[in-house]
């Protein structure tokens, strides 16, 4: 499984940083609008009382909300009022600025260091600075590893989990996933994870038919989502993606079937699916002195075996990317999507020591993560 931080671009560390900063605004703006609108109530109430005093030097409405403002800092430039009523100003305005900012710096200081405690209204504030994001609604086992195979491909992904306890919010959290907890079937929930501005949701809970019900609810509140459905009936998916418009809906057994057929035999496959009506591999091949390959360029070998070839490892170098005029030779990796008949005629089928195996998986290098 997939658990170790992601790194990530400086475009993504400034994205997210951005996310943060807009998030962090809009938690402190409510402190913020309390002051101002303090500052507002009790200047035009200063300029209003110094208005019918007998002072002969009165304020306008601005100088007095700015000579509020100076009270509160202790700076006010003016000489002590007369009248007892404003001469209340210089003393309360001062307590009542620090009761408002040292509150508000502290609220600010809470969710700035402390994660934990910033609470679903974190979360859904979050949510809601994402557009064109995926939205994976089930974080069990699945829909964790969808989660981090969707921040590989370099998607924005916001979870919803209805069970609050469930071990994977805290993991998915650590990789900066907004978890909105509540019952995806709600459409208040999915509206929380932005389903409006959302390109994807993929429904993989446990239960079919909620999956179905969230696919049916995404779709009404954002007509042109992708939506990518798990089911556990084969048949039933294939029904469900005609008639009602879902783009994918898998079938569990489908996808998993082709893994333990190919487990089973003699090939060694790390990985199976269909490509249509195609069931194509992704095997690891160590080509030895009897290797039908031996000696063959990798584009001869890809057009006489009817395969491709992804990977190639020769004298310890690892190539990602291989051109089409390297030359296959003895005790070479090769990586390729092919049938289990090509697996066969160019000795897929055969097992190699587990020794060898255990030392060098090149296969692993490509899929997971350390």
Same mark, same amino acid.
């Given at each position: 499984?997939?658990?170790?931080?992601?790194?990530?671009?400086?475009?993504?560390?400034?994205?997210?940083?951005?996310?943060?900063?807009?998030?962090?605004?809009?938690? *402190?703006?409510?402190?913020?609008?309390? @002051? /101002?609108?303090?500052? !507002?109530?009790?200047? +035009? $109430?200063?300029?209003?009382? =110094?208005?019918?005093?007998?002072?002969?030097?009165?304020?306008?409405?601005?100088?007095?909300?700015?000579?509020?403002?100076?009270?509160i800092f202790l700076q006010a430039n003016t000489a002590f009022p007369?009248? *007892?009523?404003?001469?209340?100003?210089? @003393? /309360?305005?001062?307590? !009542?600025?620090?009761? +408002? $900012?040292?509150?508000?710096? =502290?609220?600010?200081?809470?969710?700035?260091?402390?994660?934990?405690?910033?609470?679903?209204?974190?979360?859904?504030?979050?949510?809601?600075?994402?557009?064109?994001?995926?939205?994976?609604?089930?974080?069990?086992?699945?829909?964790?590893?969808?989660?981090?195979?969707?921040?590989?491909?370099?998607?924005?992904?916001?979870?919803?989990?209805?069970?609050?306890?469930?071990?994977?919010?805290?993991?998915?959290?650590?990789?900066?996933?907004?978890?909105?907890?509540?019952?995806?079937?709600q459409r208040e929930v999915l509206r929380k994870a932005g389903v409006?501005?959302?390109?994807?949701?993929?429904?993989?809970?446990?239960?079919?038919?909620?999956?179905?019900?969230?696919?049916?609810?995404?779709?009404?509140?954002?007509?042109?989502?992708?939506?990518?459905?798990?089911?556990?009936?084969?048949?039933?998916?294939?029904?469900?993606?005609?008639?009602?418009?879902?783009?994918?809906?898998?079938?569990?057994?489908?996808?998993?079937?082709?893994?333990?057929?190919?487990?089973?035999?003699?090939?060694?496959?790390?990985?199976?699916?269909?490509?249509?009506?195609?069931?194509?591999?992704?095997?690891?091949?160590?080509?030895?002195?009897?290797?039908?390959?031996?000696?063959?360029?990798?584009?001869?070998?890809?057009?006489?075996?009817?395969?491709?070839?992804?990977?190639?490892?020769?004298?310890?170098?690892?190539?990602?990317?291989?051109?089409?005029?390297?030359?296959?030779?003895?005790?070479?990796?090769?990586?390729?999507f092919a049938t289990l008949d090509t697996l066969g005629q160019i000795?897929?089928?055969?097992?190699?020591?587990?020794?060898?195996?255990?030392?060098?998986?090149?296969?692993?290098?490509?899929?997971?993560?350390?």
């Amino acid at each position: 499984m997939l658990t170790t931080q992601r790194k990530r671009t400086p475009r993504q560390r400034l994205a997210k940083n951005w996310r943060d900063f807009r998030v962090m605004l809009r938690a *402190f703006s409510r402190p913020l609008l309390l @002051f /101002i609108g303090t500052l !507002i109530f009790f200047g +035009l $109430l200063y300029w209003f009382l =110094a208005d019918i005093s007998p002072l002969t030097d009165k304020p306008g409405p601005v100088e007095s909300i700015f000579l509020v403002l100076s009270m509160i800092f202790l700076q006010a430039n003016t000489a002590f009022p007369e009248p *007892f009523y404003l001469q209340i100003f210089f @003393f /309360i305005m001062p307590v !009542i600025g620090i009761v +408002l $900012l040292s509150a508000g710096a =502290a609220n600010l200081g809470v969710k700035l260091f402390n994660r934990s405690a910033r609470g679903q209204d974190w979360e859904v504030a979050l949510a809601s600075t994402y557009s064109d994001h995926v939205i994976v609604c089930g974080l069990g086992k699945l829909g964790y590893r969808v989660t981090l195979q969707l921040l590989e491909f370099g998607q924005s992904v916001v979870a919803v989990e209805r069970d609050a306890d469930k071990y994977f919010i805290p993991l998915a959290r650590e990789h900066d996933v907004p978890v909105i907890l509540g019952d995806a079937r709600q459409r208040e929930v999915l509206r929380k994870a932005g389903v409006e501005r959302a390109s994807a949701v993929v429904c993989c809970t446990q239960d079919e038919l909620a999956n179905l019900d969230i696919a049916l609810d995404a779709r009404e509140l954002q007509p042109d989502i992708k939506v990518v459905l798990r089911m556990f009936d084969e048949t039933l998916a294939g029904k469900v993606e005609k008639g009602f418009g879902i783009h994918t809906a898998f079938s569990m057994s489908a996808l998993s079937a082709p893994a333990f057929a190919a487990a089973a035999t003699r090939a060694h496959i790390d990985y199976s699916f269909y490509v249509g009506g195609t069931l194509l591999h992704v095997s690891q091949v160590n080509v030895d002195g009897n290797s039908p390959l031996l000696g063959l360029a990798l584009e001869a070998a890809e057009r006489k075996f009817n395969m491709t070839i992804v990977m190639h490892q020769t004298d310890g170098e690892l190539h990602l990317h291989p051109t089409s005029d390297e030359v296959v030779k003895e005790n070479d990796t090769l990586v390729v999507f092919a049938t289990l008949d090509t697996l066969g005629q160019i000795g897929g089928m055969n097992h190699t020591s587990q020794h060898r195996r255990s030392k060098q998986n090149p296969i692993k290098r490509l899929f997971s993560r350390k």
